[in-house]
């Protein structure tokens, strides 16, 4: 087998996944694996997208986005759109986290308030004639 080319169980084992993940990502043709009978096997290029996939994913990007992005990769190019395109949806989703983040924040800082006040009011409170 050629060094550029990879098995599921290799692939799975670098990029911690599992194989229904890689199935599932080429069942949406977002990966690529040649076919030699019942054998996958994953190359550079699959491996360059799939790398793309799961960062895209741990930053909340959909599939959809995902696949829209690696469409506009032109081999050979500089891929001035696609750059741009990541940019502009780097941004967009950059933005729905910090208003994410702000507003956990805000609700750790209630709830923070909350369980304050409720200690207090417990240790404040007399012992209920249950209580021992």
Do not use: W
């Amino acid at each position: 087998m050629s060094d550029d080319l990879m098995t599921i169980r290799q692939m799975c084992d670098d990029f911690e996944v599992t194989p229904r993940t890689l199935r599932f990502y080429e069942a949406r043709e977002l990966i690529f694996p040649h076919r030699r009978g019942q054998h996958r096997l994953y190359d550079r290029r699959d491996r360059a997208r799939l790398t793309l996939i799961l960062r895209g994913k741990r930053f909340g990007f959909s599939l959809e986005q995902i696949r829209q992005l690696l469409e506009l990769y032109e081999p050979g190019g500089a891929n001035r759109t696609q750059i741009a395109a990541t940019i502009e949806v780097g941004r967009a989703r950059l933005a729905d986290m910090e208003r994410q983040y702000a507003e956990l924040s805000d609700a750790i800082a209630q709830l923070r308030t909350q369980i304050s006040d409720a200690e207090g009011r417990l240790s404040a409170a007399p012992p209920d004639a249950a209580d021992p």
